[in-house]
T-cell receptor, first 109, second 113 residues
Framework: GQNIDQPTEMTATEGAIVQINCTYQTSGFNGLFWYQQHAGEAPTFLSYNVLDGLEEKGRFSSFLSRSKGYSYLLLKELQMKDSASYLC??????????FGKGTRLSVIA | DVKVTQSSRYLVKRTGEKVFLECVQD?????MFWYRQDPGLGLRLIYF???????EKGDIPEGYSVSREKKERFSLILESASTNQTSMYLC????????????FGPGTRLLVL
């Protein structure tokens, strides 16, 4: 079976750092995506990890541990506009992407 | 920039009506997808297509059908709309493999009365 777990909701303060975790159990693994989705809008691609380690892209970083079936998205210097849902998705091989249910992040002043 | 467009942002239909949702992508992508998104349930795959005239069922195909007559266009059809099909419908496309990065359209919020 395919299973992806993320926290449902998180709240963080403007200017702070927040880490959104994703654990997965899938029949295969060829990479993990993170998407951002603002309310009422389409998901947009943030990052893709296929090898273990940290990938940094400006204020956002994504980490992968394949042996632990674990990833996290790290957002630094939080801004109000970072309030959104963050979706974790796994490329499990010969099937379309498997999406988690998403984590709704609220950034407060 | 990849552009995926959907025919309507908001749609209101009555129970029993036939509903067509259209999706067009302009980047010559091989693969196209239809999802629905509901609070607490996340994105659920309805159907996908990896080539013209080809279609594959996703996780929740019941009550839906699709059509891909041209590479750039993928249509979702609700043969007889029901209230439990009220949802946000998202179309996406990817370049070569269906495991690659997906690019999403703006979504259609469908209300079935």
């Amino acid at each position: 079976g395919q299973n992806i777990d993320q926290p449902t909701e998180m709240t963080a303060t403007e200017g702070a750092i927040v880490q959104i975790n994703c654990t997965y159990q899938t029949s295969g693994f060829n990479g993990l995506f993170w998407y951002q989705q603002h309310a009422g809008e389409a998901p947009t691609f943030l990052s893709y990890n296929v090898l273990d380690g940290l990938e940094e892209k400006g204020r956002f970083s994504s980490f992968l541990s394949r042996s632990k079936g674990y990833s996290y998205l790290l957002l630094k210097e939080l801004q109000m506009k970072d309030s959104a849902s963050y979706l974790c998705a796994v490329n499990s091989g010969n099937t379309p992407l498997v999406f988690g249910k998403g984590t709704r992040l609220s950034v407060i002043a | 920039d990849v552009k995926v467009t959907q025919s309507s942002r908001y749609l209101v239909k009555r129970t029993g009506e036939k509903v067509f949702l259209e999706c067009v992508q302009d980047m010559d992508h091989e693969n196209m997808f239809w999802y629905r998104q509901d609070p607490g349930l996340g994105l659920r795959l309805i159907y996908f297509s990896y080539d013209v005239k080809m279609k594959e069922k996703g996780d929740i195909p019941e009550g839906y059908s699709v059509s891909r007559e041209k590479k750039e266009r993928f249509s979702l059809i609700l043969e007889s709309a029901s209230t439990n099909q009220t949802s946000m419908y998202l179309c996406a496309s990817s370049l070569r493999q269906y495991q690659e990065t997906q690019y999403f359209g703006p979504g259609t919020r469908l209300l079935v009365l």
